[in-house]
């Protein structure tokens, strides 16, 4: 376990072993760096250097008395990209997909490319969801997983949940005239049962000029576990093509000048 100071807190991260195309993975939600290493960082690793962390509260990184914001995970995302010096590819799902659109927002000059997997640009563009039930055993399952890796143990669980359930019902609160202002090349990635609506999915992929939009069929929140190999395909396509697309009826993109 590799253990270094972001913002002056200890997070476990997983460090990039040497120079070369990096790629950050950027966790969901209550989740950590675990399940996108899995899934994604295995197979990409063939052709990238692979680096991810997992943020305060989440995983093996203890929390704080500070509330969640998505502010203050790009904040804490950006000091993650100047430790490693480098400019990177940033893939996020959920949570992490916000994060990586707020990254992209406010330092371009770390982002080459990114990949936002089942995330939303604002609270209002998520589908209605019964709440997490805090009594029930899907939540005492959790609360289990959660405990044998956080250093604050399982008891720490339900201050997360209520962190993220204040955060998520808020925020983020970003508008397609913010989303214009991406100059990064943009993955809109989801399932066609996501968490988000289509139209919300949609919109995102409109308001952003270097955008690419990939709606996976038959899939969920979860498509990366779903539809892992296509998923996967599709992904790795987006960032190793070249850039703009070359098609044979350009549209949107006939004036697009893409400089990645």
């Known amino acids: 376990m590799t253990v270094i100071s972001l913002q002056g807190h200890p997070t476990w991260a997983q460090l990039p072993k040497r120079k070369g195309r990096t790629l950050v993975l950027l966790h969901g939600g209550m989740s950590s760096s675990a399940s996108l290493l899995r899934t994604l960082g295995r197979p990409l690793a063939k052709e990238f250097r692979i680096a991810a962390f997992d943020r305060r509260g989440h995983g093996r990184t203890a929390d704080t008395d500070a509330p969640f914001s998505y502010s203050a995970m790009a904040d804490e995302t950006i000091a993650f990209l100047e430790y490693l010096d480098r400019r990177v590819h ?5 949570d992490g997909g916000n994060v990586a659109l707020l990254v992209a927002m406010r330092r371009p000059d770390l982002v080459h490319r990114v990949a936002a997997i089942g995330a939303n640009y604002h609270y209002d563009g998520l589908m209605p969801m019964p ?3 805090t009594e029930g055993e899907e939540f005492a399952q959790w609360t289990e997983r959660f ?5 604050d143990g399982p008891s720490h669980a339900a201050v997360v949940e209520e962190k993220t359930r204040i955060m998520t019902n808020s925020e983020p609160n970003l508008t397609p005239v913010d989303l214009a202002t991406i ?5 809109v990635m989801a399932g066609d049962d996501d968490v988000a609506t289509l139209a919300h999915t949609c919109s995102m992929y409109e308001s952003i000029p270097q955008a690419q939009l990939s709606i996976v069929p038959g899939t969920s929140h979860m498509l990366l576990k779903e539809r892992t190999k296509e998923s996967l395909r599709i992904i790795r396509h987006f960032l190793t093509s070249e850039l703009p697309p070359v098609t044979y009826m350009p549209i949107r993109r006939l004036d697009l000048d893409v400089n990645d």
């Open 147 to 151: 405990g044998e890796h956080s250093p």
């Open 90 to 94: 940033l893939v996020g799902h959920s």
């Open 183 to 187: 100059c990064v090349p943009v993955l």
């Open 131 to 133: 709440p997490f039930d």
